[in-house]
Each structure stands twice: as structure tokens, then as C-alpha cells.
């Protein structure tokens, strides 16, 4: 796979995070909405990325 198709890998795997916890997230949390999108948006971009570039195949 090319780098292309990874970071495509990564960006969908950012939406889908970002899109659940958000839609997910209570109000009254101990936790600002925002911080908690931003690590779930990184953690998730990496693992898209990295899973895509090191699948092996």
C-alpha cells in the first residue's frame, strides 16, 4: 500500500473516533469535550496509519 492510502486509513479512522465520542459524550463530565476529541483523534489517526502501513500485506 502507498503512503496515500494510509493516511486515508488514518483520516477515516479519526472520523469515525472523534464522531462517536463526541456523540457519546455527556455533559458534566470531569473532562473538557474538547482535550478529550483531540487525544481521541491522535490515538486514532496513529493507529489507522500505522495498522494500514505494518498490516503485512
Known amino acids: 500500500m502507498g ?5 486515508l486509513n488514518g483520516i477515516v479512522s479519526v472520523a469515525i ?9 455527556e455533559d458534566g463530565e470531569e473532562y473538557d469535550l474538547t482535550d478529550v476529541a483531540l487525544a481521541v483523534a491522535v490515538s486514532a489517526f496513529l493507529s489507522g496509519l500505522f495498522s494500514s502501513r505494518f498490516s503485512g500485506k
Open 3 to 7: 503512503l496515500g492510502k494510509d493516511l
Open 17 to 25: 473516533s472523534v464522531g462517536i465520542t463526541v456523540y457519546l459524550a
